[in-house]
């Protein structure tokens, strides 16, 4: 069974940080990419970044880059999202996922985690 299970959302003002954590437990990640995605009220669920497991290769959407960083903790078996500069519009519920190939198509992804509201608030 493969676990996701994300932590760090909060409530956070406009121009501020915030660190978003992502745990993979249950099968070896070493081949998989970790990808945040994100879902704000009424709106389709959307890419924000992703990496890999074994080449260190990053993925930004154009909305969030240069603002987010995506990194992982081999040793953790942990991805992170560090958020900073925070905008109203990046208020919603973003969720770690995992897929064999890199994609930014939600159904590429084969395991997700529950989500972790993040709120900025103007």
């Known amino acids: 069974q493969v676990q996701l299970v994300e932590s760090g959302g909060g409530l956070v003002q406009a121009g501020g940080s915030l660190r978003l954590s992502c745990a993979a437990s249950g099968r070896t990640f070493s081949s998989y990419v970790l990808g945040w995605f994100r879902q704000a009220p009424g709106k389709e669920r959307e890419f924000v970044a992703a990496?890999?497991?074994?080449?260190?290769?990053?993925y930004y959407a154009d909305s969030v880059k240069d603002r987010f960083t995506i990194s992982r903790d081999n040793a953790k078996n942990t991805v992170y999202l560090q958020m900073n500069r925070l905008r109203p519009e990046d208020t919603a519920v973003y969720y770690c996922?995992?897929?064999?190939?890199?994609?930014?198509?939600?159904?590429?992804?084969?395991?997700w985690g529950q989500g972790t509201q993040v709120t900025v608030s103007s």
């Open positions: 996922a995992a897929t064999t190939f890199y994609s930014r198509n939600i159904r590429e992804y084969d395991y």
């Open positions: 990496i890999t497991w074994n080449i260190y290769s990053t």
